[in-house]
Antibody
């Protein structure tokens, strides 16, 4: 059964970089697109971006200047960096499978709560 | 960006009720529309993809319809485990966007 697991710090200081990693198990990371999605407390879902194993990416324009998503196929992991964070970036961050046109997000990690605070 | 608008934003219903949630896209997205269910403290769960196709393992009381700009999610007979928040999402263009959610509560 395919599983995704997010890992990374739960607390980040304002202006610093948020870094999360998603570990993929029981699936080939080379066969799918992989996305990050976030959800501020009590609010809706926002797609951050996706990556293919080749390194090809697509980002939400609202975050594009601050986001980097990269993949390490040898470790079956993909990662998110979000720079210059503010309190508005406080959210649960989910890694998911999917994201290409016509695709659905069919597998989700449990989510990682990240709080931006000094 | 394609705006996705769900209605209603919330509703109260009883076990056994037939429920319909609508989702409208700000432009034509063909059938590139997915539906998710989210329970408190949990990740969303895919219910329906490409507007009408039931994800494996999802009960048949869930169904989806529509194409173009107007879509519906129907629950034929509401069960206790269906009280949750439902989101639509378009996969036609980037950025991928979600509706604001519809919270289904117990009457």
């Amino acid at each position: 059964q395919v599983q995704l697991q997010e890992s990374g710090p739960g607390l980040v200081k304002p202006s610093e970089t948020l870094s999360l990693t998603c570990t993929v198990s029981a699936a080939s990371i080379s066969s799918y697109y992989w996305s990050w999605i976030r959800q501020p407390p009590g609010k809706g879902l926002e797609w951050i971006g996706y990556i293919y194993y080749s390194g090809s990416t697509s980002y939400n324009p609202s975050l594009k200047s601050r986001v980097t998503i990269f993949v390490d196929t040898s470790k079956s992991q993909f990662s998110l960096n979000l720079s210059s964070v503010t309190a508005a970036d406080t959210a649960v961050y989910y890694c998911t499978r999917g994201g290409v046109t016509g695709d659905a997000f069919d597998i989700w990690g449990q989510g990682a709560m990240v709080t931006v605070s000094s | 960006d394609i705006q996705m608008t769900q209605s209603p934003s919330s509703l109260s219903a009883s076990v056994g009720d037939r429920l319909t949630i609508t989702c409208r896209a700000s432009e034509n997205i063909n059938s590139y529309l997915n539906w998710y269910q989210q329970k408190p403290g949990k990740a969303p769960n895919l219910l329906i993809y490409l507007a009408t196709t039931l994800q494996s393992g999802v009960p048949s009381r869930f169904s989806g319809s529509g194409s173009g700009t107007d879509f519906t999610l129907t629950i034929s007979s509401l069960q206790p485990e269906d009280f949750a928040t439902y989101y639509c999402q378009q996969s036609y263009s980037t950025p991928r966007t979600f509706g604001q959610g519809t919270k289904v509560e117990i009457k």
